[in-house]
């Protein structure tokens, strides 16, 4: 079981900038992706960022440039620095974890969500 525990979201003006973290804890495997979604009112989870354990990073279209992911593996947490914020962007933020066994099957986790409200 892995636990995730977010943090950092808030009310922030247009133009502005939050930077959300997520801590992972439990059993962690050494190879896994961290990502963000976020949820708005009346429409679909979507992705945002992700990053491997590797490094490898990927941005929904609609934030690159203007968010940055990152992780330390030492702590097991992941970042979201969010700059330039759009009232688009605010949403329901949720830190997501997943890995494969051995087996090659999947494992996924969320967590609880944090709230991002951008004001025009």
Known sequence: QVQLMESGGGLVQAGGSLRLSCAASGTIFSINVMAWYRQAPGKQRELVASITSGGTINYAASVKGRFTISRDNAKNTVYLQMNVLKPEDTAVYY???????????GYTYWGQGTQVTVSS
């Open 95 to 105: 830190c997501n974890h997943f890995y494969s066994d051995p087996g090659a099957r």
